[in-house]
């Protein structure tokens, strides 16, 4: 069954992407955040255990110290020197710990959770922008969604490109056609999925 009201304008497109463009941007803005915060969080967890555990549990920790430096070969008289440091040092024994007991490094940065938020909703509104600028320059919708697609396809291509460059890959074209096969095949299925529902399009 058709719709009884097509949707033949621009505007009514691009206020609707637009709407989910900013409450995408909150959502995934918030998500961003609640990782950096919930990294933070755990870091210091962790740490406060290790320092309970290096003061109330040392010969415990004395022989976690020892099984990890034996796995470079060390046996336990030639870890002494650095147990007695340790012991003097107790900050350094829990950085120890932390790095090769828990696999943690340093403490992650304060502004963590607010630069992931930005960067991780700066992100989807950027990416959103790409398909969403046809439908505010072109009146006709139809027209907007073929300039829409290609320049979709253009940005995804562009986008693999450059994300092999940024790493280093010398497989480039590679990495931008796989980007372009992908991310084509989710617009698809996505714009096939409505035309079943008969949403249209």
Not at 31 to 58: I, K, M, N
Not at 59 to 78: A, S, T
Request: proline share 5%; net charge negative.
């Amino acid at each position: 069954m058709v719709s009884p009201f097509p949707v033949s304008s621009s505007s009514v497109i691009a206020l609707a992407v637009t709407s989910e463009l900013v409450a995408g941007a909150i959502s995934m803005g918030l998500g961003g955040y609640l990782s950096g915060r919930v990294e933070a969080d755990t870091h210091e967890a962790e740490r406060l255990r290790e320092s309970w555990e290096v003061q109330h549990q040392p010969k415990q920790e004395e022989d976690e110290v020892v099984e990890v430096l034996g796995r470079f070969g060390l046996n336990r008289q030639q870890c002494e020197p650095v147990l007695q440091h340790f012991r003097e040092h107790p900050d350094q024994w829990v950085d120890f710990m932390m790095r090769f007991e828990l696999g943690l490094g340093d403490k992650p940065d304060t502004s963590r959770p607010f630069t992931s938020a930005l960067a991780v909703g700066g992100s989807y509104v950027v990416g959103g922008l790409v398909p969403l600028l046809p439908y505010l320059i072109i009146p006709d919708a139809n027209t907007a969604l073929r300039y829409s697609a290609a320049a979709t396809l253009l940005a995804l291509f562009v986008f693999g490109w450059v994300k092999a460059m940024l790493i280093g890959s010398p497989k480039r074209a590679k990495s931008a056609v796989e980007t372009l096969a992908v991310g084509g095949a989710a617009a698809a299925a996505a714009y096939f999925l409505a035309k079943l529902f008969n949403v249209d399009l």
